[in-house]
């Protein structure tokens, strides 16, 4: 199964930026970002396939953008006006369905 590394999480005020990486130990054709906010379920966040399609969730339209290195096997998101609700770990797996093993996610706390 293929092993995945997340990193670039960090403490933010609200209106800043991140850009967070996902190594992945092999190929994916679809991967995504999901997030676990505190105190609630993992939720989708971003998602790209291998030709660059994406798909984005409501709440982070305008503000993320997903994108990918295929020869590095490395999703990227980056993350601008970043609100408190943002906060969360946040994960890559397969998408839509995702791999029965998560990386350890990488935190994002926005807060002034």
């Known amino acids: 199964q293929v092993q995945l590394v997340e990193s670039g999480g960090g403490l933010v005020q609200p209106g800043g930026s991140l850009r967070l990486s996902c190594a992945a130990s092999?190929?994916?054709?679809?991967m995504a970002w999901y997030r676990r906010p505190p105190g609630k379920q993992r939720e989708f966040v971003a998602a790209?396939?291998?030709?660059?399609?994406?798909n984005y969730a409501d709440s982070v339209k305008g503000r993320f953008t997903i994108s990918r290195d295929n020869g590095k096997n490395t999703l990227y998101l980056q993350m601008n006006s970043l609100k408190p609700e943002d906060t969360a770990v946040y994960y890559c797996?397969?998408?839509?369905?995702?791999?029965?093993?998560w990386g350890q996610g990488t935190q994002v706390t926005v807060s002034s």
């Open positions: 092999g190929s994916i054709v679809a």
């Open positions: 797996n397969r998408w839509p369905l995702p791999f029965g093993s």
């Open positions: 790209v396939i291998s030709g660059g399609s994406t």
